[in-house]
Structures are given as C-alpha cells and as structure tokens.
C-alpha cells in the first residue's frame, strides 16, 4: 500500500488517527490502513501529550476552535441579513 506523506508525517509526529483525518479532510480508516502499512502500533489519545515548555499532563486539542462574533459584527451582520431580505421581497 502507498502511503499519502502528508498522512505519514503527521502520524510520526504523534497526532491522532481522529485529527489527522479532521486535518486533511480524509476519513479514519484511511489514516488507520497508513498507519498499519507503516506498522506503527494504534494511537492512543490519551497517551499523546504535545511537546510543552512545562508539561502539564493534558491533551491539547489540534481542532480549530470557532472564534466569537464581536456585538458590533453580528449588528453588522444582523443589519445586511435584514438588507438583503427586504430587498428579496
């Protein structure tokens, strides 16, 4: 089986089948077959800590968190949704 290097090289790193998938936009299994074909054992998420200045014993997690609208976006969004509704009608 041929290995995607994008896939290989985020499973020597350490990351997880779950994220690798979520990183490339690939399914699990994918990420799962690649990782037997190299023949590296199963990953354990729990067991994966990111390399910290002080280790803290928590898993960080590598999916993108959602940013807050700031009031004064969403007011301007609420403003543009209404604009293009009456303009719709």
Same mark, same amino acid.
């Given at each position: 089986?041929? %290995?995607? /290097?994008?896939? /290989?090289? =985020?499973?020597?790193?350490?990351?997880?089948?779950?994220?690798?998938?979520?990183?490339?936009?690939?399914?699990?299994?994918? %990420?799962?077959?690649?990782?037997?074909?190299?023949? =590296?054992?199963?990953?354990?998420?729990?067991?994966?800590?990111?390399?910290?200045?002080?280790?803290?014993?928590? %898993?960080?997690?590598?999916?993108?968190?959602?940013?807050?609208?700031?009031?004064?976006?969403?007011? /301007?969004?609420?403003?543009?949704?209404?604009?293009?509704?009456?303009?719709?009608?």
């Amino acid at each position: 089986m041929k %290995v995607r /290097a994008d896939i /290989a090289a =985020l499973i020597r790193e350490g990351h997880t089948d779950e994220s690798i998938a979520h990183r490339l936009g690939c399914h699990r299994d994918t %990420v799962r077959c690649a990782r037997r074909a190299l023949r =590296l054992p199963p990953s354990d998420q729990l067991g994966r800590l990111y390399a910290e200045a002080l280790p803290t014993g928590r %898993v960080l997690s590598d999916k993108p968190t959602r940013v807050p609208t700031s009031p004064a976006q969403a007011a /301007a969004n609420r403003r543009a949704l209404l604009a293009a509704l009456t303009e719709a009608a």
